[in-house]
């Protein structure tokens, strides 16, 4: 079976940069769209960024518009997230997310079908 390894977080100060990576094995996810997802202590899980199978299409969260990049590089089956000008608000586990269902992104997390472990990202002031 699939399995979704994230990898690149870590700590940071506000307006530092981090690059998320997001890697499959087991099986190919070129044909399946991808999201990344965040989870706050005491928080619901919520939509980051998402990518289409093709890599056409984007979308992002509003609260992270203009500062973090989602790509996908199907050769190598790996996603990345980078995020720039970090708050101390975008503390969170990342999780990537992949969906075998649909081949464009969702913004909800039923949706999709593998999902990593997570990657831990602070964001210190």
């Known amino acids: 079976q699939g399995q979704l390894v994230e990898s690149g977080g870590g700590s940071v100060e506000t307006g530092g940069s981090l690059r998320l990576s997001c890697a499959a094995s087991g099986r190919t996810f070129s044909s399946s769209s991808i999201g990344w997802f965040r989870q706050a202590p005491g928080k619901d899980r919520e939509f980051v960024a998402g990518i289409s199978w093709r890599g056409s299409s984007t979308g992002y969260a509003d609260t992270v518009k203009g500062r973090f990049t989602i790509a996908r590089d199907n050769a190598k089956n790996t996603v990345y997230l980078q995020m720039n000008s970090l708050k101390p608000e975008d503390t969170a586990v990342y999780f990537c997310?992949?969906?075998?269902?649909?081949?464009?992104?969702?913004?909800?997390?039923?949706?999709?079908?593998?999902w990593g472990q997570g990657t831990q990202v602070t964001v210190s002031s």
């Open positions: 997310a992949a969906s075998v269902r649909f081949s464009y992104y969702s913004q909800r997390s039923n949706e999709y079908d593998y």
